[in-house]
């Protein structure tokens, strides 16, 4: 069963730069296309950025420009870097497997103005 751990979200100032992080484990990681979500309260899940087993990247419109997904297959763990942040961003981010239905815990990122 895939589980998923992210990390690194916190309080950061507009402008700012994040890095999150999500450890998976019980699937063949470097196998598997990843994906980066984000939820705000009362508002859908919504799509941020997807890389595939081979390195193919992709992103929401909105975010392109900001946001990089990265991935180490020898570590299994899956990378969002966010640079010049806007408050905007503040929602919780998710990391998840194409493949699969789980989802992680996420971890909360708030953008100060």
């Known amino acids: 069963q895939v589980q998923l751990v992210e990390s690194g979200g916190g309080l950061v100032q507009a402008g700012g730069s994040l890095r999150l992080s999500c450890g998976v484990s019980?699937?063949?990681?470097?196998?598997?296309?990843m994906e980066w979500y984000r939820q705000v309260p009362g508002k859908q899940r919504e799509y941020v950025a997807s890389?595939?087993?081979?390195?193919?990247?992709s992103y929401a419109d909105s975010l392109k420009g900001r946001f990089t997904i990265s991935r180490d297959n020898a570590k299994k763990t899956l990378y969002l870097q966010m640079d010049n942040l806007k408050p905007e961003d503040t929602a919780v981010y998710f990391c998840?497997?194409?493949?699969?239905?789980?989802w992680g815990q996420g971890t909360q990122v708030t953008v100060s103005s």
């Open positions: 998840k497997c194409l493949r699969y239905k789980n």
């Open positions: 019980g699937i063949t990681f470097s196998a598997q296309t």
């Open positions: 890389i595939t087993h081979g390195g193919i990247t």
